[in-house]
């Protein structure tokens, strides 16, 4: 009986067995990290040729570079798309905002991991039973929740008004500080990328049914990674928090910040782990200028920016060129091209061998009259 004939667990466990001893290590991965290290030492030197406005912007840059590629660790592979950043950011901010002054900064920011872990346990184990749309509602709504919550909390407190954190921190430590965050973000997301959580993941994107039949624990896994990105947005939040010095529920939880995070990693592609910082630069930059030149109309832009990124390029920069790629390959591999070629190839080998007939029977000839003459 073949595994067509088993039953289904039969064969999903052999299926899974074998992919668990599959060879999951992509040939290029050793060169792409590399290369990664080679582009955060040379993003650390930014602070030593640039500094006001233009550090400003490098600041911006690292901050959504980190929390896009937080983004992608869990929705690339498994396509949930999660609206819920904002809810883990804040929560990393107000911890720093709550305690500054009373307990050591450092331990504040391990204190915001801890929190932004927790939240994300536990609204993982309640929500990432359901998936498509009730998952993006849920996330949608979870940061306008945690706002409305802090905001009671402020008012029974009787500070209806934000929360000052005074610090004192330079601008390039605060860079560094982003850049460090955006740097192991990259690395764990590299690891989870070669591990066997990662190939789970990817097995749950591409159908969750199958993954259930191959016998991945698929709300475990999603649970875990879920942990894993909302982490890294808490301590996003809590090393942000000094440096915009005031902190307020509309700020911190601004549904802006989900929304920005998610069309930056869109626009870069969500194939590739590097992706997001593909499409940050460009959104950061281009969003400045929006600020600047029509600030009145920031919220309408950014639906704007979602629509033509859904609708035009889905697939983002990297997929435009990757398809690019693939259509050219195809085409140099065409059965017709290749046809063509080997056509070309037994016309000129015929071409030449006539050529050179002829040459022959012109050299014969030749030697025949010269022997005839001698004669």
């Known amino acids: 009986m073949n595994d067509a004939d ?4 039969t064969a999903a466990a052999r299926i899974a067995g074998k992919l668990r001893d599959a060879r999951i290590l992509a040939p290029g991965e050793t060169r792409n990290l590399l290369v990664a290290v080679l582009i955060f030492v ?23 570079a980190g ?6 660790l869990f929705s690339g592979p498994t396509n949930y798309i999660a609206l819920s950043t904002a809810a883990f950011f804040g929560i990393g901010m107000y911890t720093v905002a709550g305690g500054i002054g009373i307990v050591p900064y450092p331990v504040l920011i391990l204190a ?7 939240l994300a346990f536990v609204v993982g184990l309640a929500t990432l039973r359901v998936s498509g749309v009730y998952f993006v509602i ?10 409305q919550i802090m905001t009671w909390l402020q008012h029974v407190l009787g500070t209806m008004s934000g ?9 390039p430590m605060y860079y560094w500080q982003l850049l460090l965050v955006a740097a192991a973000v990259y690395l764990v997301g590299w690891w989870i990328g070669r591990s066997r959580l990662g190939f789970a993941l990817r097995i749950i994107g591409n159908d969750e049914v199958v993954a259930v039949h191959c016998g991945i624990n698929t709300a475990r896994a999603k649970v875990i990674l879920f942990v894993i990105s909302s982490t890294f947005a808490a301590i996003t939040g809590a090393l942000i928090a000094p440096r915009w010095s005031y902190v307020e ?5 601004s549904p802006a910040l989900s929304f920005q995070v998610v069309i930056m990693a869109l626009l870069g592609g969500t194939q590739r782990l590097w992706g997001p910082l593909l499409g940050v630069i460009p959104f950061v930059l281009l969003w400045e200028l929006i600020a600047i030149e029509v600030p009145s109309q920031t919220t309408l832009l950014l639906g704007v920016s979602f629509l033509l990124i859904v609708y035009v390029i889905p697939d983002g920069v990297t997929g435009l060129v990757e398809n690019a790629l693939h259509r050219r390959g195809a085409v140099a591999g065409s059965p017709l091209l290749k046809r063509s070629l080997a056509g070309s190839g037994s016309i000129l080998r015929a071409s ?24």
């Not at 088993?6 to 667990?9: A, E, Q, S």
């Not at 030449?352 to 004669?375: H, I, P, Q, T």
Request: hydrophobic letters at 50%; a positive charge.
């Open 6 to 9: 088993k039953p289904l667990p």
């Open 42 to 64: 040379a993003a650390a030197g930014v602070p030593f040729v640039a500094n006001g406005y233009a550090l400003t912007l490098a600041i911006s840059i690292a901050m959504y």
């Open 67 to 72: 929390l896009s590629t937080s983004w992608l």
């Open 112 to 118: 915001a991991a801890v929190a932004g872990a927790a």
């Open 138 to 147: 849920f996330t949608l709504g979870l940061a306008e929740l945690v706002r």
């Open 163 to 171: 929360v000052y954190v005074l610090i004192d921190r330079s601008e």
């Open 249 to 253: 529920p509309g700020v911190a939880f």
């Open 352 to 375: 030449v061998r006539r050529s050179s007939d002829r040459v022959a029977g012109s050299v014969r000839d030749l030697m025949r009259r010269w022997k005839s003459y001698n004669a």
